[in-house]
């Protein structure tokens, strides 16, 4: 009795095999390019509020003048006032040319806050997600940065200034050496601000001094 041939082994059976509970891999940060990201608008509402008052009041109480000359009742006595002031002065007088340079003035600040973000304060983070947004306030991340500072052998203090793109450190050393310890700050400062996740990482520049001395 002829024993049958053994099948041949499938080439799916002979590739290694992922090992049980091996973790899976997971895309970090760094990895994802994810959303672009831009800054966070301001809602100002103060200017607004402000803006919408005063043209409702004084397209309201123009109106009310407009309608009573129209009902036979005579002018408001401030309008009949200004027609004359406006009608007597020459273009090139002080007042008419103070009054058209604030003029012009608010209506350049009103384009400025029309036509640019603000929410200087407020980073933006990295998105990994296109409905979700998330950004870091200057002073926190600064607080982070000089914890991380303050870790450093030989620092005795630290100031952190974050901007949009820059973060400027100042650190007092009362012992090592200060290029010791400026590299040391630096590379404890690069990790944190890469792990603070923000979508531009400011630069870095770092300045180590040593104490007054005292008397």
Do not use: N
């Not at 992922?18 to 760094?30: C, R």
């Not at 200017?47 to 005063?54: G, T």
Request: proline share 9%.
């Amino acid at each position: 009795m002829t024993t049958p041939p053994a099948p041949a082994p499938d080439p799916d059976d002979t590739a290694p095999h992922p090992e049980e509970g091996a973790p899976d891999s997971v895309p970090v940060l760094a990895d994802d390019q994810g959303p672009p990201v831009r800054r966070f608008w301001a809602v100002r509402r103060i200017p607004a509020a402000v803006l919408a008052a005063v043209v409702l009041g004084g397209a309201g109480l123009l109106l009310y003048d407009v309608a009573a000359v129209r009902a036979e009742r005579s002018a408001m006595a401030w309008r009949r006032e200004f027609t004359d002031v406006l009608a007597s002065k020459p273009l090139d007088s002080a007042a008419v040319v103070i009054g058209a340079v604030l003029a012009v003035l608010l209506g350049v600040w009103l384009l400025i806050l029309a036509a640019t973000p603000g929410l200087r304060a407020v980073l933006p983070m990295r998105r990994r997600h296109a409905d979700v947004r998330a950004g870091l306030d200057r002073e926190a991340a600064a607080l982070v940065l000089r914890d991380r500072a303050m870790e450093v052998s030989g620092v005795q203090s630290v100031r952190v200034r974050v901007g949009r793109s820059k973060v400027g450190v100042r650190a007092v050393s009362h012992f090592r050496a200060l290029d010791e310890v400026r590299t040391d700050v630096e590379s404890v400062l690069a990790t944190g601000v890469d792990e603070l996740g923000l979508a531009h990482p400011p630069a870095l520049t770092v300045r180590v001094t040593r104490p007054p001395r005292k008397g």
